[in-house]
């Protein structure tokens, strides 16, 4: 199953940005991983979709907001205060099933993807 990502872009050291993951089957739970150049795929921010609950990697934490619409089966990354060091493509990943929020930190949690959106961050 394809996740539907989009929002990336070009900005400024210090700018904002909004990425939507749009999912077409149920969620328990949905995550965002970033990959940048030549480095592993990392985790961003998760949330379990019952009852909201987040979890953030230690880099994103306050910069970052992982939130949800669930009439519209859609999770966002509100991203802040952005650094050229989260230059990266980013993905969303989901699962229909519900486990503890700190567990979707995990991509193999996630059965479905999208495909990537690219944020770059210019110093």
């Known amino acids: 199953v394809q996740l539907q990502a989009s929002g990336g872009g070009l900005v400024q050291a210090g700018d904002s940005l909004r990425l939507s993951c749009t999912a077409p089957?149920?969620?328990?739970?949905a995550g965002w991983f970033r990959q940048a150049p030549g480095k592993d795929r990392e985790f961003a921010a998760a949330m379990r979709w019952t009852d909201g609950g987040t979890y953030y990697t230690d880099s994103t934490k306050g910069r970052f907001t992982i939130s949800r619409d669930r009439a519209k089966n859609t999770v966002y990354l509100q991203m802040n205060s952005l650094k050229p060091e989260d230059t990266a493509v980013y993905y969303c990943g989901s699962t229909p099933r519900t486990y503890n929020s700190g567990y979707y930190r995990l991509s193999s949690a996630h059965d479905s993807w999208g495909q990537g959106t690219l944020v770059t961050v210019s110093s």
């Open positions: 089957g149920r969620i328990g739970g």
